[in-house]
């Protein structure tokens, strides 16, 4: 309770801490000793609680700071939706302005048909994908169910968490079975939108791959004159696997650009070639790196908030000779079931591979189900 300095004053005055101030013992005037205990108490009724620890202490201090961190990433998960939507564009463009072109003018009809048809499906999946995972609410307890079930109480929102929520500091509120929150799509990553992040970051990694591969000889070639765009000397012949990979017609197995001197158009083309190849495998390395390390998490039934929860209990119960069972775990197969919402063999296309806006199972509040069975299997 939260007292208004008129009513401490009067609290002063009532129980007479006055004989309390020893004159004669201190050589300040009477007028700021009052005042001492006056600011004394105050304090001590505004911020006395007998649970105080350590850890209430170091969160009040630090309390700015932590804000300053959640404000800041905040507002800059407008820009790095903004930066996610330039680069993948500018990707896009180079694309259909470079690349194209040279598939169709150089490529055999198959190649043609299954670059054209893969390309389309792996940008229309990621933009879905992407789309979904930031426009998609994550889930949040209900604040007026009273007959939820309920493990813990929030000491932010001084409300019921449910299994498997916890409060996001950035949102400032309690995310359904919260993973993570992901300034990349400036939205928690939870219950309801987890599939989507997961599989956008699935699809970008494969289209980073994809590029890798099917630019390789057009970057090492176009590197290669652009080092040697001052001094014109002729490039030499490229050899590598564009006839494995579909970037040189069945065949060819040496790739060279026309000799020096260059325009414009091919120097910008030369440049945007190493642009592509450099941002794509970085993009790829460290995604795929991150699409692993959830996949993994996936298939043992946990969050990544839940790793760290579950490895602390790991190692407690192992201590005493126990063994700590994931109640959320149901099997590898079956955990990547109830993640993508496969319920029928035909999921595997409609809901995986192809865009899906279906929910996934349950509400998010309970967890006392077995989701998938063997016998909802049929074809
Ligand atoms: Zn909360
Ligand atoms: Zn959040």
């Not at 970057?219 to 652009?226: M, Q, V």
């Not at 190493?274 to 795929?288: C, D, E, K, N, Q």
């Not at 126990?322 to 595997?348: A, C, I, Q, T």
Request: overall charge positive; proline content about 7%; charged content about 15%.
């Amino acid at each position: 309770m939260r007292w208004c300095p008129s009513s401490v004053l009067h609290l002063l005055r009532c129980v007479r801490l006055r004989p309390c101030i020893k004159r004669g013992r201190s050589r300040l005037p009477v007028w700021m000793r009052e005042l001492w205990a006056y600011m004394s108490v105050v304090v001590q009724s505004l911020y006395f609680n007998s649970l105080t620890d350590s850890d209430v202490v170091f969160d009040s201090v630090f309390e700015p700071v932590f804000w300053t961190v959640d404000y800041v990433t905040r507002w800059f998960g407008t820009v790095f939706v903004c930066l996610v939507v330039i680069l993948v564009s500018s990707i896009v463009l180079i694309a259909y302005i470079v690349l194209l072109p040279l598939v169709l003018n150089t490529y055999s009809p198959a190649w043609i048909v299954w670059h054209i048809c893969y390309g389309h499906w792996n940008l229309v999946m990621i933009a879905f994908h992407y789309y979904k995972a930031t426009k998609t609410s994550p889930g949040y307890p209900p604040t007026e169910k009273n007959d939820m079930p309920f493990v813990a109480v929030c000491k932010k929102c001084i409300m019921p968490k449910p299994a498997r929520t916890h409060h996001c500091g950035i949102c400032n509120r309690c995310i359904l079975k919260m993973d993570h929150h992901c300034p990349w799509l400036n939205n928690c990553v939870g219950h309801f939108n987890q599939r989507y992040f997961f599989s956008f970051c699935l699809f970008m990694t494969l289209g980073c791959v994809y590029c890798v591969i099917s630019g390789r000889n057009l970057f090492l070639d176009a590197y290669y004159r652009f080092k040697h765009l001052d001094t014109e000397k002729p490039g030499v012949p490229v050899t590598g696997m564009g006839v494995l990979i579909g970037l040189l017609p069945p065949g060819q197995t040496n790739y060279q650009t026309p000799a020096p001197p260059y325009t414009f158009r091919d120097r910008m083309i030369h440049k945007s070639i190493i642009y592509m190849w450099v941002l794509t495998s970085t993009v790829g390395v460290a995604l795929g790196a991150l699409t692993i390390w959830h996949a993994v998490l996936i298939s043992r039934g946990e969050t990544s908030i839940e790793r760290h929860i579950n490895s602390k209990e790991r190692q407690r119960l192992a201590k005493r000779g126990r063994v700590y069972k994931n109640p959320y775990h149901y099997g590898r197969l079956n955990n990547w079931k109830v993640f993508l919402g496969v319920e029928k063999r035909s999921h595997w296309l409609t809901r995986v591979l192809l865009p899906s806006g279906h929910t996934p199972h349950g509400d998010g509040l309970t967890w006392d189900f077995l989701p998938v069975k063997k016998d909802l299997m049929p074809v």
